[in-house]
């Protein structure tokens, strides 16, 4: 009959494979991420004309070593957008995302759910700061129901937004163009395996919750 102490050596190699097959699975994805899946990740919902077309905003940040160019269908004409895109920001609109997340970094963000009129009136040279201690953004372009630019002012980081109209619908496009000022292989890794992914899950809860909410009051 085996002994206590084999059932205990068995159970501890069993954890020892999981444990080993869940690392592996790890590296294999994460050494992966860059050929399979990167593009996809960089490119949620936009098709291949719109990842490789000019915007408003490009030329602010040339040569950016991380573009990404996201994209949703917006069953609601322009003009049903644009209100809830220019109320954005902490202590306006919000950013119609998780805000538990938003705000475990003190942003101070509360998603709207409805218009806002006092946030209306946005317009060129206007900054809006990212919490008390992050990227304060300047408004560089403001064509009203169609493009929305803005600028860090540290000039690392532009985020471009652009209305298309479409069979009576409205492409969406969000573009970010970020340099990374820290060009160590670590920094890389963290922007490449962290904030990409990262990026792809808070951008894809905003797309989705604009069209929600222009969707409501078209």
């Known amino acids: 009959m085996p002994s206590i102490t084999t059932f205990e050596e068995a159970a501890m190699n069993s954890r020892s494979v999981a444990v080993g097959s869940v690392a592996a699975v790890a590296v294999l994805a994460g050494a992966g991420y860059p ?5 996809r990740c960089l490119t949620w919902g936009a098709s291949h004309p719109e990842a ?11 040569g950016a070593p991380l573009v990404s160019t996201r994209a949703i269908t917006v ?9 809830w895109l220019v109320q954005m920001g902490p202590g306006r609109g919000g950013a119609y995302t998780y805000d538990w997340i938003e705000n475990l970094l003190g942003l101070n963000m509360h ?6 009129p006092q946030f209306q009136d946005l317009k060129v040279g206007d900054v809006i700061p990212l919490g008390a201690h992050g990227p304060r953004m300047r408004i560089e372009v403001l064509e009203s129901h169609h493009t929305l630019v ?7 980081w532009v985020w471009a937004f652009g209305l298309y109209p479409q069979d009576g619908a409205t492409r969406l496009v969000s573009r970010n ?14 922007s490449c395996y962290v904030m990409e992914p990262g990026s792809l899950v808070m951008e ?15």
């Not at 803005?150 to 690392?156: A, C, M």
């Open 35 to 39: 050929l399979l899946w990167r593009r």
């Open 52 to 62: 490789g077309r000019a915007m408003p905003g490009d030329d602010l940040l040339p």
């Open 150 to 156: 803005l600028r860090s002012e540290d000039g690392v």
């Open 204 to 218: 894809r809860k905003m797309l989705l919750t604009l069209k929600e909410r222009a969707e409501s009051t078209a």
């Open 111 to 116: 998603s709207a759910t409805k218009i806002l």
């Open 177 to 190: 163009r970020i340099a990374t000022p820290d060009p160590s292989l670590a920094s890389r890794a963290f």
């Open 75 to 83: 069953d609601a004409p322009p003009s049903a957008v644009w209100p």
